[in-house]
């Protein structure tokens, strides 16, 4: 029996003698093959997009559905790396220091304001005195 959950595809590692171009090419197969860019290290990914470069400049007469899948495969090239330096840049941010807790307000309106209004209460009359008049 097999396994119910399957794992993501893994690029294949580089061979001892492959050029850096020879292998940019293996992973723009595996990329054209599977399409899974996740498990592809970001230098794997930049070696493919410059491999799919190469080849498309010095292909002679491939049917436009080839060059149209390899520029997908550079779009989604793209895409992984951009999202990547956006995470990178994220968690590099420095974290704001916690503001320091005081009285909380409750609000008058909205979900956390009181079920029942406050009761108004008057203030006690001011003593009066006594109107004395003199005639």
Excluded: K
Excluded at 37 to 62: F, K, M, P, W
């Amino acid at each position: 029996m097999g396994s119910y959950w399957r794992t993501l595809p893994q690029p294949p590692a580089p061979e001892p003698e492959t050029t850096v171009q020879g292998y940019g090419l293996t992973l723009l197969a595996f990329l054209l093959e599977t399409g899974c860019y996740v498990t592809c290290s970001s230098d794997q990914l930049e070696s493919a997009d410059h491999a799919a470069a190469i080849a498309v400049r010095g292909a002679g007469s491939y049917y436009p559905a080839v060059f149209d899948r390899v520029s997908a495969v550079r779009h989604g090239i793209a895409a992984t790396l951009r999202a990547r330096a956006i995470l990178d840049s994220e968690g590099a941010a420095p974290v704001p220091a916690p503001v320091a807790a005081g009285p909380q307000e409750r609000p008058n309106t909205g979900p956390m304001a009181p079920l029942m209004p406050a009761p108004i209460v008057s203030p006690p009359a001011p003593a009066r005195a006594p109107l004395v008049i003199n005639f």
